[in-house]
């Protein structure tokens, strides 16, 4: 069965500290998908990254930089100089094939970060 | 405007009565879910729709009526609902390419729905 380990309930930073959040999964699949979402106070989900099981080059788009490690099943998060602005709730999601093509995610119960000026 | 627009935004309603929840997309995506979030627990899955078509019913009780008249709409029909029932209510859309996905689920605001 498919499963996304977060195991960081909530983290408190204050603000220009780095922070990494960690994601471990687990999964059967040779090919699949993992995520990273942002789901600030107003609630939606806001799409961060998605990266491909056989790509495992490490990303960086500005202040975020993802470590993806296939030998470890992890797939963290790190914010660079972390802002106010930052703070919400983090989830790590894992896709899983489904029937006609369609995707379901399995989210990871979330980190909660919180920023301090 | 957003991509995903989810409507209501909050919701109250008691245990014998009917509502319903709506979810439109402007992507152009052919698949469209309802995840459920509950506080503590991870997001749940509970209806995945793919060219209108119902393809995973993730175990979701009878109270909880989806309905897709077509690519870009969503509905889910609430009725007889528990205190336990209360929690925000996610709609999502993506775009399904043959056997995989391999593009994000955009996700609307939520229904933060109250079973009183």
């Known amino acids: 069965a498919q499963k996304v380990t977060q195991a960081q309930t909530e983290i408190s930073v204050v603000e220009k500290e780095d922070v990494t959040l960690d994601c471990v999964y687990e999964?059967?699949?040779?090919?699949?998908?993992l995520f990273w979402y942002k789901q600030p106070p107003s609630g939606e989900l806001v799409f961060l990254i998605r990266?491909?099981?056989?790509?495992?080059q490490n990303e960086i788009s500005g202040r975020y930089s993802w470590n993806f490690q296939k030998s470890t099943s992890s797939f963290n998060f790190t914010i660079t100089a972390s802002q106010v602005v930052d703070s919400a709730v983090y989830f790590c999601a894992l896709s899983e094939a489904r029937q006609g093509g369609s995707e379901k995610l399995v989210f990871g119960k979330g980190t909660k970060l919180t920023v301090n000026p | 405007e957003t991509g995903v627009t989810q409507t209501p935004r909050h919701l109250v309603m008691g245990m014998t009565n009917k509502k319903s929840l709506k979810c439109e997309q402007h992507l152009g995506h052919n698949a469209m879910y309802w995840y459920k979030q509950s506080a503590k627990k991870p997001l749940e899955l509970m209806f995945v729709?793919?060219?209108?078509?119902?393809?995973e019913n993730n175990s979701v009780p009878s109270r909880f009526s989806p309905e897709c008249p077509n690519s870009s709409h969503l509905f889910l029909h609430l009725h007889t609902l528990q205190p336990e029932d209360s929690a925000l209510y996610l709609c999502a859309s993506s775009q399904a390419k043959g056997v995989r996905m391999n593009t994000e689920a955009f996700f609307g605001q939520g229904t933060r729905l109250t079973v009183v």
């Open positions: 990266r491909n099981s056989f790509d495992e």
């Open positions: 999964t059967r699949d040779t090919t699949y998908y």
């Open positions: 729709y793919n060219f209108k078509e119902q393809t």
